[in-house]
């Protein structure tokens, strides 16, 4: 059942394991185990960003090509749903029509910047979608009328995942049951499927050519694969996946905007992780946003913290004050490059094999 | 056969005969390369197609103008991208560090020289700026070298990490200005005599614009004329189409490549100046905006091609600054809008790079 | 033929083993290639010979055995230093700068200085067309103009050893008995190494001869000796040079 539902690709260490199924333990308890606000929050920020790096993995790790429009697509999930319901009404259905329309601008989208540039050279791929997810940024700050410009849109979802929602009247385990409660499940459990589906699409035959590709282009070539095909159709799933996990952000936060979905501080958050935890592995995509989340809610203090106690020395408080904690990250991005390129979940399950 | 040879050779020794059998199948005529000029006609077509949709010729001298400022320096930064890519086939993400290096180099500069700056005397004024830019070229070149020898000479071959790695080393760099210069918004004010416009009649043209012109014109009369008249430059462009048998001629391809690099590295240095003093304030992330045009230029020109890149940032620049006027909402829109038509009539960009 | 032989050769593979990604190419090749004259590098298509010439320029690095010329491993060598201790290199695509005039690309070739106005007039007398040509971008050349504008640039200044992958494929027979003379001309001031399937060619020019096949040397001797011995031929390079001829 389990090797099933993981399409038999089980994490192949046993640290791994164990670490993955921590993960998803706390995730499913975390309203119970983590009371307040700021923890569900940092747990459903995880849940997104675990479905949207692995969605970036199957572009990156199992294509070998690189976007850097991920978040493009992520925020036109976010807008599609956060739009229609701002203004069509807070309901199910309307949700599922923000849903579909996103889905469609995303995945054709993708289509388009495939077939522009996948034909002529990967880094082609890479500079487009650099170029093509700006403008979109700056489009959606121009249009304001529509978009809210910088500022967003702020809406109400279903009233099922409302705050002030009562779903039981005694609380469970000393929680109370609101709407946050549900609109959590959700976002955990809509997370959890759209992985196993990902997981799936990476080891059915359409996944095993993309590393063929990946591996020896010109083989596969060979071998009578259209590679343009292959590339275009993985980055148009790829899209797909990261709107859903836009859907997933705008239901969660009950508010979508530019700086939160589209910028380019979001993307290289996202490469980080993808690296950070293991190019090529989905269980990367969980270990690499659950830990770059953490440490990003943690490592700041933790930094002002030091950069209070080296107060004197020249230019090191200054390195360690916690705004810079995005350089310890750049650094430990271009070590990993360099000296761990398969991450995390690379070196855990390197060390098992032997 | 043998008879054959003879003949050959006693005709080989008559100099005077100089269309031998040799090459039966070339045509009597001498072939000159066939310059491809339908590209050029594009900044024509736009700036007409403009020129009728704005209706006025004083607003649209204006806008051209500014557009040809704005071309030249995305062209100053993206040259040396391009050639890098031609060369190594590197594409280098962090270019982007230093235009922001640049512009950081220059304000620190300048701030000693505040009373050249503030002087009423052009030549003052030109001289703070060329000390300037002359420490923030050399400045970013010896940190072009550095980067190479770090962050690019170990990815070669390997476009994935490559773009990683100088993504990784953008984002350091970018940090550790913060950290040195503070994350506040900096700001270097125009000299004074380069402040306003010359006005001619009813039309105003920004001194500092023409500046800008000038050194971008410059910048790519020079490059010209190294590439096409010097030795060194044979070599690049012979490296851009085929660097293994540059190797073979017994040439150190890689010396050649860090020279490149270092020179492309000073030339965004120069553009961060010009681009920083153009906008007169600027962060750590001045490049990102920059270097979005930058790829969108060197796509559309072609990657590896000095001239494309030229042609590639004066259209740009052209769309970029009509489309502000005209449709303000859609400007960078208009530049994306322009690259996927040109890729679709040609998918290698205006002047491909023949490769091997 | 084999007085011409000296003690020590001019180039020697000794053991050289070749991978190319996964895959082994050259299998431990063994030849010489003596003082003076031409020797032919013969075998099918795919039996490794552009390989060990590309082994030799360093193109590829050999991973086993020692590649020695005038006495001194170049194995480990970088191409430039290769190209330095005086071998030239004329590719099967020929890699002319399509970019370039014929002028640049032989200003290139050239690296210790300025055009010698008499050695170019030397070599304007076997390939008149690249004075025709001299101020035309050598992209528009034809098949047969590339090809001489390579050799011409292997020769501009004398090197010690020329490798040459191919120098008929493709052209014109009367391309090809052009080329003849100018072979025969320079074999008299410097040594070649020519690959070649083409037989017949071959046979007019080659001194000595090796024949390659699946990444080893499978036969050495005199080009005379081979030329003369049908059965040998037949056995060595099979119907496949037959095709070409």
Redesign the interface.
């Known amino acids: 059942m389990i090797g099933k539902l993981l399409s038999y690709d089980p994490p192949k260490s046993r640290v791994l394991g164990v670490v993955l199924a921590i993960i998803v333990l706390g995730l499913a308890l975390a309203p119970f185990l983590f009371p307040g606000a700021a923890a569900i929050n940092t747990a459903a920020k995880i849940c997104i960003f675990i479905v949207l790096v692995a969605s970036y993995d199957i572009l990156i790790g199992y294509t070998g090509i690189v976007s850097f429009a991920q978040t493009m697509f992520f925020g036109i999930g976010g807008y599609g749903v956060g739009l229609s319901l701002y203004f069509l009404g807070p309901t199910w259905p309307v949700l599922a029509l923000g849903i579909v329309i996103a889905l469609i601008l995303g995945v054709a989208l993708a289509f388009v910047i495939g077939l522009v540039s996948l034909r002529v050279k990967a880094i082609f791929f890479a500079m487009i979608t650099l170029a093509v997810a700006s403008a979109f940024l700056i489009l959606a700050t121009q249009l304001s009328e529509l978009t809210g410009g910088e500022d967003g849109r702020t809406f109400r979802v279903p009233e099922l995942l409302r705050p002030g929602t009562k779903l039981l009247e005694a609380p469970l385990f000393g929680l109370e049951i609101t709407g946050r409660i549900a609109a959590y499940y959700l976002v955990f459990l809509a997370a959890l499927a759209l992985f196993l589906v990902a997981l799936r699409l990476v080891n059915s035959c359409f996944g095993r050519v993309l590393q063929a590709i990946r591996e020896n282009e010109s083989r596969a070539e060979a071998l009578g694969y259209r590679v343009v095909y292959y590339r275009t159709l993985a980055s148009c799933l790829s899209a797909a996946l990261a709107v859903c996990a836009g859907v997933l952000s705008a239901i969660w936060l009950r508010y979508t905007g530019p700086e939160t979905t589209l910028s380019f501080a979001i993307m290289l958050d996202v490469l980080l992780m993808v690296v950070i935890g293991g190019m090529g592995t989905l269980y990367g995509a969980v270990i690499g946003a659950s830990l770059f989340i953490l440490a990003q809610n943690y490592l700041q203090k933790l930094m002002g913290v030091a950069s209070a106690a080296t107060e004197g020395f020249p230019l090191l408080p200054r390195l360690l004050h916690p705004d810079r904690w995005l350089l310890l990250l750049g650094v430990l991005f271009v070590l990993s490059v360099y000296f761990f390129p398969t991450g995390i979940v690379g070196r855990l399950t390197q060390r098992a094999r032997k | ?2 008879k ?2 003879q003949n ?2 006693t005709e ?2 008559d ?1 005077a ?10 045509p009597d005529a ?4 066939s310059l491809d000029l339908l590209p050029l006609a594009l900044p024509l077509v736009i700036g007409l197609a403009a020129w009728l949709l704005i209706g006025s010729t004083t607003t649209w001298l204006t806008l051209t103008l500014a557009a040809l400022a704005m071309g030249m320096m995305v062209f100053v930064i993206a040259s040396g991208l391009t050639l890098v890519f031609g060369l190594m086939d590197v ?1 280098n ?1 962090g270019h982007g560090a230093f235009i922001a290096i640049g512009a950081y180099l220059a304000m620190t500069v300048l701030a000693p020289l505040s009373g050249w700056v503030q002087a009423d005397n052009l030549a003052l004024n030109l001289a703070a700026l060329l000390i300037a830019a002359v420490v923030a070229m050399i400045g970013t070149g010896a940190l072009g070298l550095v980067f190479e020898r770090i ?1 690019i000479r ?2 070669y071959g390997q ?3 490559q ?3 100088t ?3 953008l ?2 760099a970018e ?2 200005l ?3 210069f503070g ?1 506040d918004q900096k700001s270097m004010a125009l000299p004074a005599g380069l402040r306003g416009a010359i006005i001619i009649g009813d039309l105003a043209l920004e001194k500092y614009r023409l500046l800008a012109v000038a050194v971008g014109l410059a910048v790519f009369a020079a490059m010209q004329l190294t590439l096409n008249r010097s ?1 060194i430059g ?2 690049i ?2 490296g ?3 660097s ?10 890689r010396r050649l490549f860090v020279g490149v690099f270092v020179a492309g590295s000073a030339l965004a240095g120069l553009g961060g100046v010009l681009w920083a003093l153009y906008r007169e304030t600027f962060t750590a992330s001045i490049g ?1 905006d920059v ?2 045009l930058v ?2 230029v ?2 559309i020109g072609g ?1 590896g091609s000095v001239g494309g890149c030229f042609l590639g940032a004066i259209l740009v620049a052209m769309m970029a600054n009509y489309t502000a006027f005209l449709v ?6 208009s ?2 809008l322009l ?2 038509a040109i ?2 009539w040609r ?2 960009g205006l002047y491909p ?2 490769k ?1 | 033929m084999a007085d011409r032989i000296p003690a020590e050769p001019l180039l020697r593979l000794e053991g050289v083993h070749t991978h190319i990604g996964q895959y082994h190419i050259l299998q431990g090749v063994e030849f010489d290639v003596p003082e003076g004259g031409i020797t032919m590098l013969l075998g099918r298509n795919g039996a490794g010979k552009t390989t060990a010439l590309r082994t030799i320029m360093g193109l590829w690095q050999p991973s086993r055995g020692s590649v020695t010329f005038e006495g001194r491993a170049i194995g480990g060598l970088t191409t430039p230093e290769i190209a330095l201790s005086g071998i030239a290199y004329v590719p099967e695509t020929m890699a002319v700068f399509s970019d370039l005039t014929v002028e640049e690309n032989m200003i290139l070739a050239a690296r210790s200085g300025p055009l010698d106005r008499k050695r170019l007039d030397w070599i304007f007398s076997f390939f008149p067309a690249m004075q025709k040509f001299w101020h035309s971008p050598a992209g528009v050349l034809s098949g047969g103009q590339k090809q001489m504008l390579a050799i011409s640039r292997a020769i501009i200044e004398p090197r010690r050893l020329i490798l040459i992958d191919e120098p008929t494929k493709g052209l014109a027979p009367a391309i090809i008995e052009g080329m003849i003379g100018a072979f025969e001309a320079l074999k008299r001031e410097t040594t070649i190494l020519l690959v070649e399937q083409n037989f017949r060619f071959a046979a007019s020019l080659g001194d000595t001869v090796a024949v390659m096949d699946d990444g080893r040397i499978v036969h050495r001797g005199t080009m005379t000796a081979l030329s003369a011995d049908e059965a040998l031929q037949t056995r060595l390079l099979g119907l496949s040079l037959d095709a070409h001829q």
């Open positions: 056969m043998k054959m040879r050959k050779k080989g020794d100099m005969d100089i269309s031998a059998p040799a090459a039966p199948s070339a001498i072939p000159k390369k594409i993400f962050i170990p990815v476009h994935l990490k773009i990683l790695i993504m990784g080393g984002i350091v940090q550790l913060h950290a040195i994350g030795r044979l070599l462009r012979a851009v189409e085929n293994e048998m540059v190797e073979a001629l017994g040439y150190r391809i990102g270097m979005v790829f969108i060197i796509i990657l303000p909402k859609v400007a960078l829109a530049s994306i690259m996927v890729l679709m998918p290698q790079v023949a091997r």
